[in-house]
Every structure is written in C-alpha cells, then in structure tokens.
C-alpha cells in the first residue's frame, strides 16, 4: 500500500524559505513520479511541481518556478520541496501525490499524503 507523509509546514513572513518533505513508502517499481500539489481555502486543488524517479526530471508550473525547487533523496525515498521566496498567496495546505508512470506535469492519482499546512504572513 503506497503511503505518504509530508512534513515541514509551518508560519513563515513574506520572503522567507521553508522546505516540504513528502516520505514516500510501499511501491516497489522504479517508474513513477511524486508531485506536489496545493489548497488555498476555497481553491481548487493546484499542481505545482512534480519529479520522475526513472531519469529525475522535473516539470514546476510557471507561477512558482524561479522559487520552488522539487528534488529527491532515493535512498530516503523522499521528495522535496524547496519553497523560497514565499509569498502571502503562496498560503495553502500542500499534498504530494505518486503516481505510477512517467508525468509531464503534476498529474494527479488516488494516492495522496495527509498534507501540510504552510502560511505565509505579509
């Protein structure tokens, strides 16, 4: 049973940094990719990055690349998300997702972690 949990939420001030951790277990094959998503209250849940495990290639959405940075340690089986920069709107409840298979962009499966909470205050 694929099972996820992120760590690494919390209350930041505009321009700080924090970085998400999504612990990845109970999968067995090489081909697949972790994605993180995100929730702002009364939003519709959001990719905003994701990486593959067979080749480490990554895809971040526009609205957060140059900030946000996705990378993964494979003898931790952990993915993370380096989020620098933050803003105010940046505030959301932050999933990470596997999927099996390779992905262009965040794509989205049943398999999804608990969630973190970051804040960002102005």
């Known amino acids: 049973e694929v099972h996820l949990v992120e760590s690494g939420g919390g209350l930041v001030q505009a321009g700080g940094s924090v970085r998400l951790s999504c612990a990845a277990s109970g999968f067995s094959f090489d081909d697949y990719s972790i994605g993180w998503f995100r929730q702002a209250p009364g939003k519709e849940r959001e990719g905003v990055s994701c990486?593959?495990?067979?080749?480490?290639?990554?895809f971040t959405v526009d609205s957060v690349k140059g900030r946000f940075t996705i990378s993964s340690d494979n003898s931790k089986n952990t993915v993370y998300l380096q989020m620098n920069s933050l803003k105010p709107e940046d505030t959301a409840v932050y999933y990470c997702?596997?999927?099996?298979?390779?992905?262009?962009?965040?794509?989205?499966?049943?398999?999804w972690g608990q969630g973190t909470q970051v804040t960002v205050s102005s």
């Open positions: 997702n596997y999927r099996g298979g390779y992905s262009y962009s965040p794509a989205r499966s049943d398999y």
């Open positions: 990486i593959n495990n067979k080749d480490g290639s990554t």
